[in-house]
């Protein structure tokens, strides 16, 4: 079903020709792309036609699809203004938009928090659903080029009844002359305890997540938390210093809400949380902060397949940090840069990148004003993420290395990093002709991913039962696979 014509839509059209994509050839991706979110659609290059010669919208998420079908063939995000189809539901849009003001990066920023955990705003559908498969590593060129240019807005004190008061007037009256009432966060002055309790939350959330993974319900609240505690305090009035001290720690929450999305393999949820946090940490004049954002978007854009564009978000998060940023803080950034030029192949660059952060993790000390959401950082945590540089650029004898320093403390507190660097041991050892000790450390990891939720976990073992399937009679391999069964037929 289509919604009434509006005459031809000459907006898509053109940006169909752009795209070099012709009718059928746009009905069939939108099927495709359908069909990958369990719809059954049947377009065909009629239904194309109806669009852009009488101006006819789909109804549902179509729009959406139509949108994400082009902006996959041009490389880019494509905004449903730019094919004439803005007047449908913009949902998909919110969250992608890093503002210059500081009053547009609020509400940029509650628009998304709206989006609810389930996935609904205001009671609708399942947005995030729709949004399946529109992960765009090119939507991160904008946030990033204007944080690295102004990295801090010069003052963010709000005065919540003045900033109600402009936009009633901008609204003028209210059907029969009533003016609306002003919003509740009016009344709200916002204190440091207040941004006390934001912090606690993120530091809970983060230890939640390091033990039981980002699909964990104590996990989910963190989106819940942004909703409902830090929506109205960002409405709030506030003082520039309360005001740099809570967008710091909406910050910290947003970056976790992303982070969890992307462990869960929601990462269009959390590309648009990452974005979001960005401007946050902006606003917070935070710029250590803003660079572990870049980083987590770096980490991101490698584990899709964009090591280049990782490689990229990981320098800019260490040129904007130099000098600014704690000895570890800067390892931790030269760490993730050694992912991406691993991924991307390079490795002398990655050596160089894993000596930068070896060097500075070895200049911090114990009394260095290091940021609370760097604890995880320490000697194994860079050895484990050097075991897997390694299996990426296929040195198996240095995987098997590192990965003995990494599994070599206790690893209570951070349980689905222990999996990981299991998964990361067994293929060493198999890529190293043992067999047994694949199938084992397999096991072991196997275990420890049955105790947690974390979608990237378990796409590890997938990966690891893929490159035992030359192996498949040998009745080691056979029992792993058995055992890991409930886990791959889990839902996500």
């Given amino acids: ?49 109806r669009w852009v ?93 204007r944080w690295l240019i102004t990295p801090a807005d010069s003052s963010v004190a709000r005065d919540a009844s003045a900033a109600a ?36 939350a993120a530091e809970e959330a983060r230890r939640w997540d390091s033990k039981y993974g980002g699909g964990d319900w104590r996990s989910s609240m963190v989106p819940e938390c942004l909703r409902v505690d830090a929506t109205p305090l960002l409405l709030g009035s506030y003082s520039d210093e309360v005001g740099r001290s809570l967008f710091g720690a909406t910050a910290e929450l947003t970056r976790l809400a992303g982070w969890m999305a992307f462990d869960t393999g929601q990462q269009e949820a959390a590309q648009r949380y990452y974005i979001q946090a960005l401007r946050l940490a902006r606003a917070a004049a935070d710029v250590p902060l803003g660079g572990y954002v870049l980083a987590s978007m770096s980490l991101q854009a490698t584990y899709r397949g964009f090591a280049d564009e990782g490689v990229d978000l990981a320098q800019a998060a260490l040129e904007r940090n130099r000098g600014l940023a704690t000895a570890r803080t800067m390892s931790f950034f030269h760490l993730v840069e050694a992912r ?100 084992a450390a397999g096991t072991r990891a196997v275990e420890v991913a049955g105790r947690i939720s974390s979608a990237r976990t378990t796409e590890y073992v997938r990966d690891l039962l893929h490159r035992l399937e030359p192996y498949g009679d040998e009745p080691r391999v056979a029992e792993l696979r058995e055992r890991a069964r409930p886990l791959l037929a889990a839902p996500a």
């Fill in 340 to 439: 991406a030029q691993a991924k991307a192949g390079d490795a002398a660059a990655c050596g160089t990148a894993l000596a930068a952060a070896e060097g500075w993790l070895e200049r911090s000390r114990d009394g260095d004003p290091d940021p609370s959401w760097l604890d995880f950082h320490s000697y194994d945590r860079l050895a484990a993420d050097a075991a897997e540089c390694y299996r990426d650029l296929r040195a198996p004898r240095q995987v098997r290395r590192f990965t003995e320093q990494a599994l070599s403390r206790p690893t209570e507190e951070f349980v689905r990093s222990h999996g990981l660097r299991l998964v990361v041991s067994a293929v060493a050892e198999l890529e190293s002709g043992n067999l047994d000790a694949a199938c």
């Fill in 165 to 200: 008061g402009g936009r009633e007037a901008a609204a003028g009256p209210a059907a029969g002359g009533r003016r609306p009432p002003p919003p509740a966060a009016t009344s709200l002055r916002v204190g440091h305890s207040d941004v006390a309790k934001l912090r606690e």
């Fill in 53 to 145: 010669s009488k101006g006819m919208v789909p109804q549902g998420v179509a729009p959406h699809l139509i949108a994400a079908a082009i902006g996959s063939k041009l490389g880019r995000p494509v905004p449903l203004h730019e094919i004439g189809l803005a007047d449908a539901d913009p949902a998909p849009e919110v969250g992608l938009a890093f503002p210059r003001d500081v009053g547009a990066a609020v509400r940029s920023a509650t628009e998304l928090y709206r989006l609810d955990p389930a996935g609904r705003r205001g009671g609708g559908g399942g947005i995030w659903q729709s949004l399946a498969g529109s992960f765009s590593v090119s939507a991160y060129a904008v946030p990033t080029s």
């Fill in 1 to 49: 079903m289509s919604r009434e014509p509006r005459g031809p839509n000459e907006k898509l059209g053109a940006v169909l020709a752009l795209a070099g994509i012709s009718n059928a050839g746009l009905a069939r991706r939108v099927n495709d792309l359908g069909a990958q979110r369990g719809l059954t659609l049947r377009y065909d290059k009629t239904s194309v036609a």
